[in-house]
């Protein structure tokens, strides 16, 4: 799951939410192995501060983001356009050449359109000679996520 035979590759995870932390700690103990498992790390923190954490050297793949709020969770705490933003900006200098940013964007709550509106528009100003984005959407369910991927040419 984590990486290739050389063991090189990392995850590195972050939630502004402790519980959320806790709860891809605990999963990830059932579905991986304890070698694996060493190749995680789970900060809380906003991901905001992404490359606070990521290595310099590191070479990424892939950066995924899943945005709204923490289901089963407070639905008050939600990610924000303004950091959402800063967090894109982020990504797109720590990905590779060849490298992936997914972005979830759930919509059916207060704020999720706005937040979309921001994943949209920095999407739309990436420069087209080294990146192609793309939106999947629902066109018969108004309220369902948006799917929105970036590949670093």
Same mark, same amino acid.
């Given at each position: ?8 590759g990392r995850v590195y995870g972050m939630d502004i939410q402790d519980s959320a932390i ?40 892939? +950066?995924?983001?899943?945005? *709204?709020? &923490?289901? =089963?969770? #407070?639905?008050?705490? $939600? ?6 933003? @800063? ?15 997914? +972005?979830?964007?759930?919509? *059916?709550? &207060?704020? =999720?359109? #706005?937040?979309?509106? $921001? ?6 100003? @990436? ?15 108004? +309220?369902?996520?948006?799917h929105v991927l970036l590949h670093k040419k």
């Amino acid at each position: 799951m984590v990486s290739d035979d050389t063991g090189r590759g990392r995850v590195y995870g972050m939630d502004i939410q402790d519980s959320a932390i806790d709860s891809t700690s605990s999963f990830l103990k059932m579905a991986v192995d304890s070698r694996e498992m060493e190749l995680v790390k789970l900060f809380a923190m906003c991901h905001s501060r992404m490359e606070d954490i990521v290595p310099k050297d590191s070479p990424v793949r892939l +950066v995924a983001f899943n945005l *709204g709020y &923490l289901p =089963g969770g #407070d639905k008050q705490i $939600i990610t924000v356009p303004e950091t959402t933003e @800063l967090a894109l900006q982020a990504a797109s200098r720590i990905v590779g050449s060849g490298g992936l940013i997914s +972005v979830l964007v759930y919509i *059916g709550h &207060l704020g =999720g359109r #706005d937040e979309l509106d $921001i994943v949209e528009s920095f999407a739309s100003r @990436l420069p087209v000679d080294t990146w192609v984005s793309c939106k999947f959407e629902m066109i018969n369910r108004p +309220v369902a996520p948006v799917h929105v991927l970036l590949h670093k040419k």
